[in-house]
C-alpha cells in the first residue's frame, strides 16, 4: 500500500512538473510569438589582447578586426526564455612579425547559451550567457596548430518583428566571449567583442 501511495505521489509530481513546463513553453511562445528561430548572422569580431608578453601580437599579424559569419538556431524554453545554438567561423590571413611569411588563421566559435527575450510589441529586447568551444587552425611555414578551447560570452541585443503574420526576424547584437589557450606557458587570447546583425526565420 505505501509502495503505491508513493509510486502515485511520485507519478502526481511528474506530470505537474511537465504540466508547468509545457505552460512556461505555450507562455513564452505566445508572448513573443515563436517558439523557435533560425538565423543568418554576418558581423565584426576583434580579438582582445593577450596577458604580457604575448600583447597585442594577434593585431599585429592579423589586424585588429576582421568579419565573423553563421548561423544561429534558438527554441523557446519557459517563461520568455530561450536556447540558443551559434555556429560561426572567423577566416583570417596575415604575415609573420619576423620573416614576414604568409599565415593563415581559421577559428570555428561553437556557442550554447540561455537567454531572456522580453517582448514590447514589435521589439524583443534580449540579453543571454554561455559557454564556447572554439576550435582553431593556424598554418605558415613554421608549422600548423590544430586545437581547441573553452570559453564563456555574454551578450545582448534587440529582435525586430514587424509583423506576426510575417515571420521574419531582424536581429542587432553585441556579444563579448572570453577564451584563452596555453602555448609555450604564455596565454593566448581568441575571444573578444563581436558585434552585427542577422536576418531569421521564426516558426
Known amino acids: 500500500m505505501n509502495r503505491r501511495l508513493l509510486s502515485w505521489k511520485r507519478g502526481t509530481v511528474i506530470l505537474l512538473t511537465l504540466a508547468l513546463a509545457g505552460m512556461g513553453a505555450a507562455s513564452a511562445s505566445a508572448d513573443t510569438g515563436r517558439q523557435g528561430a533560425v538565423e543568418f548572422l554576418m558581423g565584426t569580431y576583434s580579438i582582445s589582447p593577450s596577458p604580457e608578453p604575448v600583447g597585442n601580437l594577434f593585431e599585429k599579424i592579423y589586424g585588429k578586426a576582421g568579419t565573423i559569419r553563421g548561423v544561429v538556431l534558438s527554441s523557446a524554453l519557459v517563461w520568455n526564455l530561450d536556447f540558443y545554438l551559434e555556429l560561426k567561423e572567423i577566416h583570417r590571413s596575415g604575415k609573420l612579425t619576423y620573416s614576414q611569411a604568409e599565415t593563415t588563421l581559421l577559428l570555428i566559435p561553437i556557442s550554447l547559451g540561455v537567454r531572456y527575450v522580453q517582448p514590447l510589441g514589435i521589439f524583443q529586447p534580449y540579453v543571454g550567457a554561455g559557454v564556447d568551444f572554439y576550435l582553431f587552425y593556424e598554418n605558415n611555414p613554421i608549422g600548423s596548430v590544430f586545437n581547441y578551447v573553452r570559453g564563456s560570452h555574454f551578450l545582448g541585443g534587440l529582435y525586430l518583428q514587424f509583423s506576426r503574420s510575417v515571420p521574419i526576424l531582424l536581429?542587432?547584437?553585441?556579444?563579448?566571449?572570453?577564451?584563452?589557450?596555453?602555448?609555450?606557458?604564455?596565454?593566448?587570447?581568441?575571444?573578444?567583442?563581436?558585434?552585427?546583425?542577422?536576418?531569421?526565420?521564426?516558426?
Open 171 to 203: 536581429n542587432i547584437r553585441a556579444k563579448y566571449t572570453k577564451a584563452t589557450f596555453l602555448i609555450n606557458d604564455r596565454q593566448v587570447a581568441l575571444g573578444g567583442l563581436e558585434y552585427g546583425a542577422g536576418l531569421g526565420l521564426a516558426f
